[in-house]
């Protein structure tokens, strides 16, 4: 994600997150390039910049969500190998 921490760039306006991976995963419902659900890709081009403000927010969240279970993934791998 390459949004400012207010998610807005040089010009004041709040770009999209997209970055051309686009593909829906089906156990989260994100898409597996910028974390969007299909509802807030659909949606985009209509939102004001608080929502897509509020979008970026969840991004974030996803984020964490997603490094966390990554991470949980491979603790579990190396414990599993271990045995």
Known sequence: MTASPDHE????TVPSPCI???????STGWCEG???TID??????LFDDNAKRAVWDAIEGRHAQFMASEA???????TRAKR
Not at 9 to 12: F, L, N, S, V
Not at 20 to 26: I, P
Not at 72 to 78: C, L, R, T
């Open 9 to 12: 760039d040089e010009h004041g």
């Open 20 to 26: 051309n991976v686009c593909r829906m995963d089906a």
């Open 34 to 36: 910028c974390l969007r």
């Open 40 to 45: 807030e890709i659909a949606g985009w081009s």
């Open 72 to 78: 949980k993934a491979q603790v579990d791998a190396q």
